[in-house]
């Protein structure tokens, strides 16, 4: 079964940038018939959407990050970024990278945490002034 793995977490200082990773292993089919999503979670709050990648790079972002964050990925490596720019302190959660095949659609971006069928453990971002 799929797995993945986040990296890149960490304690940073509002203002700051970072950029987390996500590897896709045991893979069922390419790398490039997923679409991949990210969510984060605070304590005491649902997992909320962040963004989200078709399987021809097309992207979706949140109202609340579209100004400050971007998703990338690089098929070769069956990895997807989340690249993070100006964090402030709401930013601070557990950020989790999920994955799903999507075999009728390459441009098609899912939004919802039930339509993906695979999670990583997740990362931690803490922001501080």
């Known amino acids: 079964q799929e797995q993945l793995v986040e990296s890149g977490g960490g304690s940073v200082q509002t203002g700051a940038s970072l950029t987390l990773s996500c590897v896709l292993s045991?893979?069922?089919?390419?790398?490039?018939?997923?679409?991949m999503g990210w969510f984060r979670q605070a304590p005491g709050k649902e997992r909320e959407f962040v963004g989200a990648?078709?399987?021809?790079?097309?992207?979706y972002l949140a109202d609340s990050v579209r100004d400050r964050f971007s998703i990338s990925k690089r098929d070769a490596d069956a990895t997807v970024y989340l690249h993070l720019t100006s964090i402030v302190a709401e930013d601070t959660a557990r950020y989790y990278c999920a994955a799903r095949l999507s075999p009728l659609s390459e441009r098609q971006t899912f939004l919802q945490p039930y339509e993906y069928n695979f999670w990583g453990p997740g990362t931690q971002v803490t922001a501080s002034s």
């Open positions: 045991k893979l069922t089919w390419r790398f490039s018939d997923y679409a």
């Open positions: 990648i078709s399987r021809n790079g097309l992207t």
